[in-house]
């Protein structure tokens, strides 16, 4: 039998990120919540994998305890001096901005499992051709969290043109339940101890797509909207002080001033078209620069055969 896992997973703890001045929660997804709906995805393994901390992942995986159709697998996205790794089957935190040959022994000490997660982004700091140097047990060639036609397709041309030196990945990088179960890892048998030798054995299919970009609209009008409400329960002084959700205790500690003024934005964000018309360019420019990566990558490596644009049109 054929079984469905996620490597890529994100909740609250992974923290915050902004354009300028500008901040926003990466997730405003419990790691309760994510578990939730992995089962109801089908998942017979997820891996959460927060930016740089495993706190979110070692409550997940203690929550998934109570489940019996579902394995929980405590990971890391890791940003190296060189670009993410992501860590699997971790037992504790690893230092951020090592380098990426630091960090690999780091995972292998903890009897971990490593991946590069979108290879070949152009706006994620990421480990391109940093690959080819290190002992990685898998790379993604479909991050879900990538719309564009050819960081994906690089991905996977790298891959193919390098057999069985990397487990096929493809995790949907789900900061919220609404871009998930657009894909996903196949891999025979069931759970995570069969998942694990499939990585190993490079056994695993990479299925799916990326996320449609309308969820990516939906994604922020949802962190946008929970963020308000943080906000108004800490003017109203409704939050508990002693809540381990990292998106209460930020809301508690930033100032009044920057409260207001987050309501403000909040709110004008949320209005519409502002959302849709943000997402368009947002999403156009995405798309131009990955364009541009891919083929300045084409040039440098002097792809031979049909170049990955004809076969992405």
Request: with cysteine; net charge negative; glycine share 8%.
């Amino acid at each position: 039998m054929m079984s469905k896992a996620d490597t890529h997973v994100h909740t609250f703890y992974s923290g915050t990120t902004g354009y300028g001045p500008l901040r926003f929660p990466e997730s405003i997804s419990s790691p309760e919540e994510q578990v939730d709906n992995a089962r109801k995805n089908g998942l017979s393994v997820v891996c959460i994998t927060d930016h740089s901390e495993v706190k979110g992942a070692f409550k997940a995986a203690e929550y998934g305890k109570r489940f019996d159709d579902i394995d929980v697998v405590v990971g890391d996205e890791i940003m190296t001096a060189d670009g993410e790794i992501i860590g699997l089957w971790l037992n504790e935190f690893i230092k951020p901005e090592m380098t990426a040959e630091e960090t690999m022994d780091e995972i292998r000490s903890q009897g971990g499992i490593a991946i590069a997660p979108h290879p070949f982004s152009f706006y994620v700091r990421c480990l391109r051709d940093k690959v080819f140097e290190l002992d990685l047990d898998g790379i993604e060639t479909i991050n879900g969290g990538h719309p564009d036609p050819w960081t994906n397709a690089t991905a996977q041309k790298v891959w193919e043109d390098n057999p069985g030196r990397w487990a096929q990945i493809s995790g949907s990088d789900a900061h919220s339940p609404i871009t998930s179960n657009y894909n996903w890892t196949e891999f025979p048998g069931q759970g995570e101890d069969d998942f694990r030798k499939a990585i190993l054995e490079k056994t695993t299919v990479a299925c799916g797509v990326p996320a449609p970009e309308f969820t990516q609209v939906q994604w922020s009008l949802q962190v946008v909207t929970r963020g308000q409400l943080y906000i108004l329960q800490a003017l109203a002084g409704k939050l508990d002080p002693d809540d381990p959700n990292p998106l209460a205790q930020k809301a508690m500690h930033i100032s009044t001033p920057k409260k207001i003024a987050g309501l403000i934005g909040g709110a004008i964000y949320c209005t519409p078209p502002v959302p849709f018309i943000g997402e368009y360019l947002a999403t156009h420019w995405l798309k131009k620069q990955a364009k541009m990566l891919q083929a300045k990558y084409e040039q440098d490596h002097q792809l031979a055969g049909q170049c990955l644009t004809q076969s992405t049109r």
